[in-house]
């Protein structure tokens, strides 16, 4: 049945000339299929390492379309990147425009507090009214309060030998006054402003509230702790050392206790407010 497959045959060359045999191969169908099968695989074989090795490969439609797709891959991240990096530079320029260019919105009603400030010194009052003296009652009540709690905590230590640096310079819209719950100090000062550490210390608080909006609270040396409240920004979080002098929020209005643009400075001491007029000087 299979005889077909172990026949022999012969190859035979002669001379187109002389008719002079020159070579003969003695051949079979299984030497023969072999043979081919042989060079197909070879054939193949060199074919895949061409493309594969060789810039003939990217001539094939399936390796086009793949470089492609990571080519386009490519571009996007390069884009995205791009797009990150655009975005933080324009909220750093942005950050500093409103920094340095920002101009104060409310000038005039400083200047006017100012003028009124001026004109109530060169004005006599007449007669103490009933209301009058009730006022100058409670203003002594509250800086008797203050001197004793100050006097108080001096014994403990002496703020003579603490260096503080000025957290904003502006106008003084409002004292220190404990009887009327107003623990600190309110400053005036153009919108835009940079406040200030008084002192090199560790920020324990860098949070938002409903009263005192954006607030800021840096613990110093001897168990000083300042208050920085109602800013626009902060600039710090709870963790980050700062420096004496190290901006670590812009100006603001934020909070419902507050009624326009100001830093309400505080400055405590063993968990007891301190005066901070005492020690700083506000007043430009």
């Known amino acids: 049945m299979f005889k077909w497959i172990s026949d ?44 594969i090795f060789t810039p003939l490969g990217y001539l094939m439609p399936e390796r086009s379309n793949e470089n492609l797709r990571m080519s386009i891959n490519s571009m996007v991240q390069q884009i995205d990147t791009l797009e990150m990096e655009i975005i933080k530079r324009d909220l750093f320029i942005n950050n500093m425009k409103n920094v340095v260019y920002e101009t104060f919105e409310y000038e005039d009603d400083v200047e006017k507090n100012r003028l009124i400030k001026e ?44 260096l503080f640096f000025t957290p904003l310079r502006g106008i003084v819209s409002d004292t220190f006054a404990p009887a009327r719950n107003h623990f600190g100090t309110d400053i005036v000062a153009p919108k835009g402003q940079v406040i200030k550490s008084i002192q090199k210390g560790t920020v324990v608080v860098s ?64 968990g007891q407010p301190i005066n901070p007029q005492k020690y700083l000087k506000f007043d430009d």
């Open 8 to 51: 022999k045959h012969r190859l035979v060359l002669f001379n187109d000339e002389t008719f002079q045999e020159e070579r003969s191969f003695r051949l079979s169908r299984v030497k023969v299929s072999f043979f081919l099968a042989l060079t197909c695989i070879l054939i193949s074989t060199v074919t895949v390492l061409t493309i």
């Open 207 to 270: 949070t938002w509230s409903v009263d005192t909006g954006h607030m800021i609270g840096v613990q110093h040396e001897n168990n000083v702790i300042s208050f920085y409240k109602h800013n626009s920004s902060l600039l710090k979080k709870e963790g980050d050392i700062v420096k004496a002098g190290e901006g670590i929020a812009i100006i603001g209005n934020t909070g419902e206790m507050t009624d326009g643009p100001h830093l309400h400075f505080e400055l405590w001491f063993n």
């Open 119 to 162: 004109d109530d010194k060169e004005e006599e009052v007449p007669e103490k009214s009933n209301e009058l003296k009730d006022l100058i009652d409670n203003v002594e009540s509250e800086l008797e309060l203050g001197n004793l709690i100050e006097n108080n905590l001096s014994k403990e230590i002496e703020f003579d030998d603490m």
